[in-house]
């Protein structure tokens, strides 16, 4: 136990309580001080309150336990701090400017830097006694053991707050071959997007996403026969009011609010609206197709897993290995979404008959994308299934241009004009 006078003990534990008030002061400025446009601090409850009870918990805990202890919680804190910190302040800092809960988040990075420094010499500091061979493989131990735990644990809870806090990119005019008009789509929970539209030349449209910058290549390839295309940016990113979410959760609203806009546009025939999705892009177009029929067509492209729901069908030992990973990694990104994850994509292309269904996978993908052939076994309905060995994420325009093309605008022609 640290006792009140002024020893190194003591000292190490006023520079810990320091560190964490510095990330504490991070956590309520990001979740209710400084929440992003169209967001209030009661959108943040969970994310805002839990993470500074955990930290009141620590200040409480770490005088009254050993030493190995308190730098095992010195360098579990800082690691999560120093990597939650790059992942989103000090990222913003460097691709923009930084603004809003940027300074408290740089500062909380820097607190996460010096919880690492505590930890690791408490770690090196303590339990001095017996051989030198005794002492060094028990540290080789503390360390092995330090790495498990830093990539089971500590890693998934750092990537689950830069899910869900990423940082904006400016977005700049592009070239989408025809003239588009700049509109703005209204989400069910209020959230205002912006975005493209290039009106439709054959009564289609098709909503390609996400982003108004990824899926640019495709709607050219989609403006050049004669479709509407509508481009916006996902809540939390570009100019779009929300909380950014990697994994897409709750963006189905999103995907809603532009199949909303299609069907108000003289320019688009009832039942002539399709999604091309990328990545989080294709799972979104899949889930909403599955809720709402108003969306006839989905190409999805590189669609992975969302959360532990999916993670836990991934083939081979990579299942069993990063199952702790995947676990804590979907427990962050709901505590800090505010909200629990999506149906498994499995149970929702199921639910998508009998409209088509397209999906397309690359040999070496990321993020699950080996589980399309389960979603395709899945479909009940009209299906097509193309993996492309020579591909990488979402790749396959860049990879096969012309067969991608033919490919893809036969798909819409059959599903949106063979009427």
Known sequence: MING????????????????????????????????????????????????????????????????????????????????????????????????????????????????????????????????????????????VGAVVA??????????????????????????????????LRTSDGLRLAGWYVPSRNGASVIAFPGRSGPVDHARMLIRHGYGVLLFDRR?????????????????KDV??????????????????????????????????????????VVSEGAGFRSIREASQLPGASRWLLFPQNVALTATTALFANEGPPPNLKELVARIAPRPVFLIYAKHGQGGEELNPDYYEAATGSKELWK??????????????AEYERRVVAFFDRALLDK
């Open 151 to 184: 990539f089971e644990l500590v890693a998934p809870i750092a990537f689950g707050f830069g899910i869900t806090h990423k940082a904006r990119s400016p977005v700049s005019a592009t070239d989408l071959i025809r003239p588009y008009e700049e509109i703005s």
């Open 256 to 297: 809603q609010a532009a199949i909303s806009f299609l069907r108000s546009r003289p320019d688009v025939h009832a039942g002539r609206i399709g999604g091309l999705g990328l990545s989080v892009g294709g799972e979104l177009m899949l889930e909403t197709a599955a809720k709402t029929d108003a969306l006839r067509a």
């Open 236 to 252: 939390g990113e570009g100019e779009s009011d929300g909380d950014a979410n990697l994994f897409g959760w709750g963006g189905d």
């Open 5 to 144: 006078q002024r020893t190194p003990a003591r000292r190490e534990y006023e520079v810990f309580l320091a560190a964490i008030a510095a990330i504490g002061l991070y956590v309520l400025d990001d979740s209710f001080l400084q929440p992003e446009p169209g967001r209030s601090a009661g959108d943040h409850v969970a994310s805002g309150t839990i993470p500074v009870l955990v930290l009141v918990a620590a200040a409480l805990v770490y005088p009254r336990v050993r030493a190995g202890a308190r730098g095992v919680l010195a360098i579990c804190l800082g690691g999560t701090a120093l990597g939650a910190g790059i992942a989103v302040p000090v990222r913003h800092a460097i691709i923009d400017t930084p603004t809003g809960d940027d300074y408290t988040g740089i500062l909380a990075t820097l607190a996460g830097l010096v919880l690492l420094f505590v930890g690791v010499l408490t770690l090196w500091r303590s339990r001095r006694g017996g051989s030198r061979k005794r002492r060094y493989g028990r540290r080789a131990l503390i360390g092995i």
């Open 388 to 401: 492309i060995d020579d591909a990488s994420h979402t790749g396959g325009l860049d990879a096969r241009p």
